[in-house]
C-alpha cells in the first residue's frame, strides 16, 4: 500500500513539474509550485531555516538588514540599520 501511495505520489509530483515547465505566467507557475511543495514535503522545509550546513542566524540577519534597506529604497547601503 505505501508504495502504492509513493508511485501516485511520484506521478503527481511529475504532472506538477511538467505542468510549471508549461506555465503560461508567473502566477501560474507559482500556484503549481506550492502545490508541488505541499506534496513533497518542500513547504515543511523551507519553514524551518536551522541548518547544520550553514549559518542560519548570519543569513537571517543580512536578509533582514536588506529588506530594511529595499524598504528605505537604499541600494547603496548607505543608511544606518
Do not use: C, F, P
Not at 501511495?5 to 509550485?33: C, G, I, P
Amino acid at each position: 500500500m505505501a508504495k502504492q501511495r509513493r508511485t501516485r505520489q511520484s506521478r503527481e509530483l511529475l504532472k506538477l513539474e511538467d505542468q510549471m515547465e508549461r506555465a503560461n505566467s508567473y502566477d501560474e507557475w507559482y500556484q503549481l509550485a506550492q502545490q508541488h511543495d505541499e506534496l513533497s514535503g518542500g513547504e515543511v522545509w523551507r519553514r524551518n531555516d536551522a541548518s547544520s550546513l550553514y549559518d542560519h542566524y548570519s543569513i537571517n540577519t543580512r536578509l533582514q538588514k536588506l529588506r530594511r534597506l529595499r524598504r528605505k529604497k537604499d541600494e547603496i547601503g548607505r543608511a544606518h540599520v
